[in-house]
């Protein structure tokens, strides 16, 4: 994936930043993952919540960490990061596997 290619999108979920990118080559956006369990949890460590999904996913021998990918992206402080991403069909799967009554309402926006 050329990262040249890709576009800084923010978005808003019931008051939740979330932040994607859009691959133009490929025609798909790649979500932050952090952001989409934050978004899904309202935990206070989006961050240490998604290591331990992770850790549980590799167990249940899930390919969805393996689809994840490192990708820049601007934060709303302006400074760019890597963060875990997945693009729209790895995010539906995550989404799925998030226990929470917000992931219904999330799939329909």
Request: glycine residues 4%; positive net charge; contains cysteine.
């Amino acid at each position: 994936m050329n990262q040249s290619k890709l576009e800084t999108i923010s978005n808003l979920f019931e008051g939740k930043e979330i932040i994607s990118v859009w691959d133009s080559e490929k025609e798909d956006y790649y979500f932050s993952v952090v952001d989409v369990i934050s978004a899904l949890t309202n935990s206070v460590e989006p961050r240490k919540y998604w290591s331990v999904l992770k850790n549980r996913l590799k167990k249940e021998g899930s390919e969805l960490t393996t689809k994840c990918s490192q990708l820049k992206m601007k934060a709303s402080d302006g400074k760019v990061r890597l963060r875990d991403a997945l693009d729209t069909k790895g995010i539906l799967r995550l989404i799925e596997s998030v226990p929470s009554p917000k992931a219904e309402v999330f799939c329909t926006k």
